[in-house]
């Protein structure tokens, strides 16, 4: 996965930036999925508590509920890309 602005990669993008991403799947943009949408990516569960018990200090509340939030979509089974 590559994300860009402008044609530079960056290593990050913070909430409210436009940017691009590459990523690899199976579907095409238009077909499967369309401009816009929003994407999700499965995070392990163990790499979620890790996340939030080792580096809780580093994350913002906001953060910290949306770990909680994916965790809770991931746990209904729902289908993420």
Request: hydrophobic share 40%.
């Amino acid at each position: 996965m590559q994300i860009q602005d402008a044609g530079k990669t960056l290593e990050q993008a913070k909430r409210g930036e436009k940017i691009a991403i590459s990523i690899k799947g199976d579907f095409t943009v238009g077909r499967q999925i369309q401009e816009n949408d929003n994407l999700l990516v499965r995070i392990p569960d163990n790499d979620i508590f890790l996340l939030k018990s080792k580096f809780t200090k580093e994350f913002s509340e906001e953060e910290l509920a949306l770990m909680d939030k994916v965790y809770h979509l991931q746990s209904k089974d729902l289908q993420i890309l």
